[in-house]
């Protein structure tokens, strides 16, 4: 539970003193509390429990044209991964039934570029309709959409509240940043609003100023691709009835391995582990390169000494290199190449 309080010092008594009310006085069960100045992204929440699905980011006009933007719905998953989030809600969101009736039974209604989740009466009932209400919805569930999958993709659990500069590092690894409006990139970059053009004025008084969409892209660092791997499905090793194996080898890969937490113990790593035991590589030939999982110095050893009793304590070595792959290709650090 977090909640916003407003506190009354004493100083003169080097205490101080807060009134949570009934509601709240769970939060002051436990022996110590984590306290912290108002985040600028809760500001204007009320004084109370902060609900945990809320975010403000959702209600941020400056975000909206971003929300929006074919580009953004496409790097979240598209609007059937949108869906597929929206079968887990469990009620219809269509609130303003006067006699307050619901189906049992729940669809989603298609509605522009989003979708709302309705229940069978009100999907028939508001099918063909185009309404204020349905445009908020619709909106909101996009907008929600897109922080769900920022929050996900940056592994932030979902309770967490979205900062801004957290949706544009998001907007960085899937280069959707370049399309972030223009008030959103001021804000991104701490510049001030735009100041709105006067009707009459000096031309002495206009002062140049950078595009701040510009701006940001130039700052921002773009996430590029350390390998591209193009796909050959009549390769002349294919045709062969025992083909010669070769051995893939790509250092800028191994490289970035080296640069992720271990395996083991979670601490930076040192080496690129090539996995043993599992009937990869040649005779007395290491796998490829692909198959390698990020270990510190000490782990390594530990694992070379003792694999079994390594793989009991941290996790068999074949699933870890399949979420090491699997972390990459979300990333960016593997990306397919023209096809030949």
Not at 59 to 80: K, M, P, Q, S
Not at 160 to 184: G, K, N, R, Y
Not at 316 to 331: F, G
Request: charged share 25%; net charge neutral; with cysteine.
């Amino acid at each position: 539970m977090r909640a916003l309080l407003t506190p009354y010092p004493q100083r003169d008594a080097s205490i101080v003193i807060f009134k949570p009310g009934n509601a709240l006085m769970g939060l002051f069960a436990h022996k110590r509390l984590l306290i912290s100045t108002v985040p600028y992204e809760l500001k204007d929440f009320p004084i109370g429990e902060i609900p945990a699905v809320s975010q403000s980011l959702v209600d941020d006009e400056r975000l909206r044209g971003f929300f929006t933007n074919d580009r953004v719905i496409n790097a979240a998953g598209g609007v059937w991964g949108m869906k597929g989030w929206l079968e887990a809600m469990p009620c219809c969101q269509w609130e303003n039934a006067p006699d307050g009736y619901h189906d049992n039974n729940l669809g989603i209604l298609d509605y522009d570029n989003s979708a709302v989740r309705l229940c069978w009466h009100h999907e028939h009932k508001l099918g063909q309709m185009i309404l204020p209400e349905l445009d908020r919805l619709a909106y909101q569930n996009l907008a929600m959409w897109v922080v769900h999958t920022a929050l996900h993709r940056l592994k932030l659990p979902q309770g967490h509240q979205l900062s801004f500069f957290e949706l544009c590092w998001w907007a960085v690894t899937a280069e959707v940043i370049d399309v972030m409006p223009d008030s959103a990139a001021r804000h991104a970059l701490r510049w001030k609003p735009a100041e709105s053009i006067k009707p009459v004025g000096r031309e002495s008084d206009i002062q140049p100023e950078a595009a701040p969409l510009e701006v940001l892209v130039d700052k921002a660092e773009k996430v590029k691709p350390v390998l591209a791997l193009a796909i050959d499905p009549e390769s002349p090793e294919s045709f062969m009835l025992r083909p010669k194996r070769r051995r893939w080898e790509n250092a800028k890969y191994t490289q970035w391995i080296k640069r992720q937490p271990c395996c083991g113990c979670g601490s930076q790593a040192d080496d690129p582990h090539h996995i043993t035991g599992n009937g990869f590589g040649g005779m007395a030939t290491k796998p490829h390169d692909m198959f390698v999982i990020p270990l510190c110095r000490r782990c390594h050893d530990a694992l070379h000494a003792n694999t079994k009793g390594w793989e009991e304590e941290n996790g068999d070595q074949m699933l870890l290199a399949l979420k090491t792959i699997d972390s990459a290709l979300a990333m960016g650090v593997i990306a397919t190449g023209k096809a030949k």
